[in-house]
């Protein structure tokens, strides 16, 4: 038995394990991880601890990133929408967009016309609608290209969809968020922002929380430790016995009773580690 046994480690990836702002932002690229997380993350595997990614990543697009990242437990992707096993190379638990999204998706372009589209499928498939200068970078960032589509129909964009991600600015993003929760169908989804620029929408209890306990639950843990930078991660930083937060992450999160620790270019997974360890 290890100093870690029966404790599940939980950390977003952007921002909070790899720092990736300015390759998002288009300022620059990502930076690489800070030797320190890598470290820290094996010494707690090396104790028996189970550590993976909770991104709200599409697994396409956090395949490559994957692959940089010490887990030995399935990872949380699709912000919520799915865990899967790398190792195995399968889901293991999925709760994607109910086919009827299609026409509700559809509904929202109609009425957003500024705002653009990234649909997320089950397989590697990225489509995007009305691309505009970030779905560039967040294609050169992922290493996954996407396919354009005019318009959400059965014909273009069958599903089913793993989530849809909205792109636009942070007014009309809250105006599209608002005009959903006023829906009669809005209780079949969960609305989300992963940035002031990123409106996430996955399946009625698809979010980092609920995925989080479950995985905890299926790695046979006591104990669920949570660290995350942005408003996508509260549910799972409420969630766990202890949350924590990099120094960059937002406010909103910083003020949710987690205990922030040092920025994420400075090894924040590292200082989680040690926090937990010192109790």
């Not at 299609?102 to 995007?128: C, K, N, R």
């Not at 129909?153 to 600015?169: C, D, Q, R, S």
Request: charged share 25%; net charge negative.
């Amino acid at each position: 038995m290890g100093k870690c046994s029966g404790m599940l480690l939980l950390s977003d990836y952007d921002n909070t394990f790899c720092y990736t702002e300015k390759a998002l932002s288009g300022s620059g690229e990502a930076a690489p991880v800070n030797p320190r997380n890598l470290e820290a993350v094996r010494y707690w595997m090396a104790e028996g601890g189970r550590f993976a990614a909770a991104t709200g990543r599409a697994l396409a697009a956090f395949r490559r990133q994957a692959a940089g990242v010490p887990m030995n437990a399935p990872a949380v992707v699709d912000n919520g929408g799915a865990i899967y096993d790398f190792a195995q190379e399968r889901y293991l638990v999925k709760n994607f967009l109910p086919e009827r999204a299609l026409w509700h998706i559809a509904a929202l372009m109609d009425a957003f016309p500024t705002v653009s589209l990234e649909l997320y499928h089950e397989d590697d498939l990225v489509q995007v609608m009305r691309p505009r200068a970030w779905n560039d970078q967040h294609a050169k960032l992922t290493g996954l290209g996407y396919e354009v589509i005019e318009a959400v129909t059965a014909e273009t964009a069958p599903p089913p969809f793993a989530k849809a991600l909205f792109v636009g600015e942070k007014a009309d993003l809250t105006a599209l968020r608002d005009f959903i929760r006023a829906q009669s169908w809005s209780g079949d989804y969960e609305t989300i922002f992963s940035s002031d620029l990123l409106l996430e929408l996955t399946a009625r209890g698809a979010d980092k929380g609920t995925m989080a306990l479950k995985l905890k639950e299926l790695c046979g843990c006591e104990k669920l430790f949570c660290v995350g930078d942005h408003a996508n991660d509260l549910p799972m930083l409420l969630a766990a016995d202890r949350g924590f937060a990099p120094a960059n992450a937002i406010e909103e999160v910083r003020s949710s009773g987690v205990q922030v620790v040092c920025h994420c270019l400075d090894g924040a997974i590292a200082d989680v580690v040690e926090a937990v360890l010192s109790e």
